[in-house]
T-cell receptor, first 117, second 116 residues
Framework: GAVVSQHPSWVICKSGTSVKIECRSLDFQATTMFWYRQFPKQSLMLMATSNEGSKATYEQGVEKDKFLINHASLTLSTLTVTSAHPEDSSFYIC?????????????FGPGTRLTVT | AQTVTQSQPEMSVQEAETVTLSCTYDTSESDYYLFWYKQPPSRQMILVIRQEAYKQQNATENRFSVNFQKAAKSFSLKISDSQLGDAAMYFCAYRSLIQGAQKLVFGQGTRLTINP
């Protein structure tokens, strides 16, 4: 089946620094990737939708200058949290949609736990 | 905008018994997809079952089945013969079929505990 990987799985960074999270579709091409944020015991909150080769579409209330998304190829999207602060600590999940036809599935990565100290 | 509501924050069931998780949604669209996802302690999201709104037949995947009531905008998940490995957060999700509207809208989740 389709596999999506995320790297790193866990990262700790100091307040004020930037951190990059990678999302890769390993065995399929993804025109669209999604980035979610999940707080403990809560649901997934969509942050942005990225399409290969174009600018990401951010959900209302998500700071695009703080959460930079790049979808440079059909298998890779990156989320960079700039000038991270403790309130950015969260679990970040990406998902990717298969390129083929009207595929309905979104395949999820295993998530990245970000801790900002 | 579409909304998805799961009114049961927590549910528990005895092993081998049957449990039903509730989900309601709101939409003005006639065609769409509905999903149930499982998120175990590993936090990896796993697709459990999918239902196309234009299909009247309820979807079934082994021990998992849905009761899709389109008019009532209800989409419940039934887990039969519950197993310890079924313990997880379960999320109901909606996806529009409108071109460009590809995002999933999730409910709040239901935490399912299996009692041995």
């Amino acid at each position: 089946g389709a596999v999506v990987s995320q790297h790193p799985s866990w990262v700790i960074c100091k307040s004020g620094t930037s951190v990059k999270i990678e999302c890769r579709s390993l065995d399929f091409q993804a025109t669209t990737m999604f980035w979610y944020r999940q707080f403990p015991k809560q649901s997934l909150m969509l942050m942005a939708t990225s399409n290969e080769g174009s600018k990401a579409t951010y959900e209302q209330g998500v700071e695009k200058d703080k959460f930079l998304i790049n979808h440079a190829s059909l298998t890779l999207s990156t989320l960079t949290v700039t000038s991270a602060h403790p309130e950015d600590s969260s679990f970040y999940i990406c998902s990717a949609r298969d390129l083929v036809g009207l595929a309905t599935e979104q395949y999820f990565g295993p998530g990245t736990r970000l801790t900002v100290t | 905008a579409q909304t998805v509501t799961q009114s049961q924050p927590e549910m528990s069931v005895q092993e081998a018994e049957t449990v039903t998780l509730s989900c309601t949604y709101d939409t003005s669209e006639s065609d769409y997809y509905l999903f149930w996802y499982k998120q175990p302690p590993s936090r990896q999201m796993i697709l459990v079952i999918r239902q196309e709104a234009y299909k009247q037949q309820n979807a079934t995947e082994n021990r998992f089945s849905v009761n899709f009531q389109k008019a009532a905008k209800s989409f419940s998940l039934k887990i039969s013969d519950s197993q310890l490995g079924d313990a997880a957060m379960y999320f109901c999700a909606y996806r529009s079929l409108i071109q460009g509207a590809q995002k999933l809208v999730f409910g709040q989740g239901t935490r399912l505990t299996i009692n041995p």
